[in-house]
């Protein structure tokens, strides 16, 4: 363990429970890497997800966005591409970009399809389906309205899903974000989060939740 992660761990009680405003504080302080540190946000819920009807799985843009750049992929028929390239998308192709998905060509941190061309994009689901990227209806990334999602994408639109221990996981800003903003991007998320609470999961549902940045320690914090 590094000089700076054993001060920071005597500094901090990583057993208390913070409140969210004084959470990022300690974290934003003592994000002291020589890069833009991510801030993340991981959520343990009181699930089964082994059963198919309390997986967790949602979409949103964040109010201030992650601070990171999205190369959006949109596949799409010809009638589509030009507005995709209007839209921002900074990679765009029809069954020509499929087959070079399918062998591995991923250049792109989300992937949009046009509906008629979802049937054609099984040759490209071993690829993607792995990396969370294969194009969903129920995250708005199959769409006949490419131009909104490519810029929502582009604006700091985040897809969440719980793992098989029940955690979700997401990033939710820069450590350069203010205070302000990342509060905002925070509370927006588990909004969302709370309000994809599947009707079969009784009583608790959050357990704990805890925000760390990238090279710094995880506090857990609760909000209100």
């Given at each position: 363990?590094s000089?700076?992660?054993?001060?920071?761990?005597?500094?901090v009680d990583?057993?208390?429970?913070?409140?969210?405003?004084e959470?990022?504080?300690?974290?934003?302080?003592?994000?002291?890497?020589?890069?833009?540190?991510?801030?993340?946000?991981?959520?343990?819920?009181?699930?089964?997800?082994?059963?198919?009807?309390?997986?967790?799985?949602?979409?949103?843009?964040?109010?201030?966005g992650?601070g990171?750049?999205c190369?959006?992929?949109?596949?799409?028929?010809?009638?589509?591409?030009?507005?995709?390239?209007?839209?921002?998308?900074?990679?765009?192709?029809?069954?020509?970009?499929?087959?070079?998905?399918?062998?591995?060509?991923?250049?792109?941190?989300?992937c949009?399809?046009?509906?008629d061309?979802?049937?054609?994009?099984s040759?490209?689901?071993?690829?993607?389906?792995p990396?969370?990227?294969?194009?969903?209806?129920?995250?708005?990334?199959?769409?006949?309205d490419?131009a909104?999602?490519?810029?929502?994408?582009k604006?700091?639109?985040?897809?969440?899903?719980?793992?098989?221990?029940?955690?979700v996981?997401?990033?939710?800003?820069?450590?350069?974000?203010?205070?302000?903003?990342?509060?905002e991007?925070?509370?927006?998320f588990?909004?969302?989060l709370?309000?994809?609470k599947?009707?079969?999961?009784?009583?608790?549902?959050?357990?704990?939740?805890?925000i760390?940045?990238?090279?710094?320690?995880?506090?857990?914090?609760?909000a209100?």
């Amino acid at each position: 363990m590094s000089k700076r992660m054993e001060n920071l761990n005597k500094a901090v009680d990583r057993k208390k429970v913070y409140d969210l405003p004084e959470a990022i504080d300690i974290i934003k302080a003592n994000a002291k890497a020589k890069f833009d540190e991510t801030i993340d946000i991981s959520v343990n819920l009181d699930i089964d997800a082994k059963k198919t009807d309390q997986g967790i799985r949602g979409s949103l843009a964040l109010p201030h966005g992650t601070g990171r750049t999205c190369r959006v992929a949109v596949v799409a028929s010809e009638d589509k591409t030009a507005e995709a390239k209007k839209a921002g998308a900074d990679v765009v192709g029809g069954e020509d970009l499929i087959e070079k998905i399918a062998k591995g060509e991923v250049d792109f941190d989300a992937c949009i399809a046009t509906p008629d061309l979802m049937p054609k994009m099984s040759k490209a689901a071993r690829v993607l389906g792995p990396r969370g990227l294969m194009p969903n209806p129920k995250l708005g990334t199959v769409t006949a309205d490419i131009a909104t999602m490519v810029q929502s994408l582009k604006k700091g639109r985040i897809n969440f899903k719980n793992e098989k221990a029940g955690v979700v996981h997401v990033p939710v800003g820069k450590a350069s974000f203010s205070a302000k903003d990342l509060k905002e991007n925070i509370e927006a998320f588990l909004t969302e989060l709370k309000n994809s609470k599947p009707s079969t999961v009784k009583g608790t549902y959050i357990k704990n939740m805890f925000i760390s940045s990238t090279q710094g320690v995880s506090l857990m914090f609760h909000a209100n």
